[in-house]
């Protein structure tokens, strides 16, 4: 699941260029918000994964997939698919407060998981 994770990072470049190319454009808004999506599904599955490895320190991994930001994630990227139709704009809008909320209320204890 790694290298799944790691190949999607490797994808932002090519997403953010195109987007930054043309920010009006309905497939490079979508791109990236698929892109950004899937980056985001592998590191939930990653962490089950992590959690399920390791049942010592499983309730402290597992921290990082608290249902309150898993429900603002999963609200943000269906607001975002519906609203990038018509603004796609919107995809740079929405996944840039989806990054703040997780550099303001970072998971508890996160730095000091293992």
Do not use: C
């Not at 979508?30 to 985001?40: E, H, K, Q, R, S």
């Not at 962490?47 to 320190?57: E, Q, S």
């Not at 597992?62 to 704009?89: D, T």
Request: charged content about 10%.
């Amino acid at each position: 699941m790694n290298i799944g994770w790691l190949f999607f990072m490797s994808l932002f470049p090519v997403a953010t260029g195109w987007i930054s190319e043309e920010p009006h454009s309905r497939a490079a808004a979508y791109f990236y918000f698929l892109i950004f999506a899937v980056w985001g599904i592998t590191f939930y599955v990653m962490v089950a994964i992590l959690a399920h490895d390791n049942p010592k320190n499983s309730k402290r991994i597992l921290q990082m997939l608290r249902p309150k930001r898993s429900l603002f994630e999963l609200a943000s990227l269906v607001i975002g698919v519906v609203v990038i139709y018509w603004l796609p704009i919107m995809a740079l809008i929405i996944l840039g407060i989806n990054i703040i909320f997780w550099l303001v209320f970072p998971p508890k204890g996160s730095d000091k998981l293992l």
